[in-house]
Nanobody, 116 residues
C-alpha cells in the first residue's frame, strides 16, 4: 500500500514559522526524489522545493532563504521548514515522491494559512 502522510500544516502569522512533514510508505523501488508543491487560491500548482536521493536541492525563487527542505532516507520522510512566512505562502501544500522508475506519488495536501 502506497501512502504519503503529511502533517504540520495549519495557521501562522506573518513572520512566523511552520514545519511540514511527509512520510512515505509502501513505495517500491526506493524513492529517488522528494518534493513539495503548493497551490494558492486562483493560481497554478507550483514547485516549492525538491531534494534528490543524494541531497541536491532546488527551490523556487519566492522561497529561497526562507524555506529549507530535508529528508531522512531511513524513514522515507521529507520535511519543509518554513520561516518568515508571508501572506503569499498561503496555499495547499502537496508532498510528491518520485521512484527510481520515474513513477510519481502525491500526498493528499495540507493547508497552510498565513494571516496578518
Amino acid at each position: 500500500q502506497v501512502q504519503l502522510v503529511e502533517s504540520g500544516g495549519g495557521l501562522a502569522q506573518v513572520g512566523g514559522s511552520l514545519k511540514l512533514s511527509c512520510a512515505a510508505s509502501g513505495i517500491i523501488p526506493g524513492i529517488y526524489n522528494l518534493g513539495w508543491h503548493r497551490q494558492a487560491p486562483g493560481k497554478q500548482r507550483e514547485l516549492v522545493a525538491s531534494i534528490t536521493l543524494g541531497g541536491v536541492t532546488i527551490y523556487a525563487d519566492s522561497v529561497k532563504g526562507r524555506f529549507t527542505i530535508s529528508r531522512d532516507n531511513a524513514k522515507d520522510t521529507v520535511y519543509l521548514q518554513m520561516t518568515n512566512l508571508n501572506l503569499e505562502d498561503t496555499a495547499v501544500y502537496y508532498c510528491k515522491a518520485t521512484t527510481g522508475t520515474m513513477r510519481d506519488y502525491w500526498g493528499q495536501g495540507t493547508q497552510v494559512t498565513v494571516s496578518s
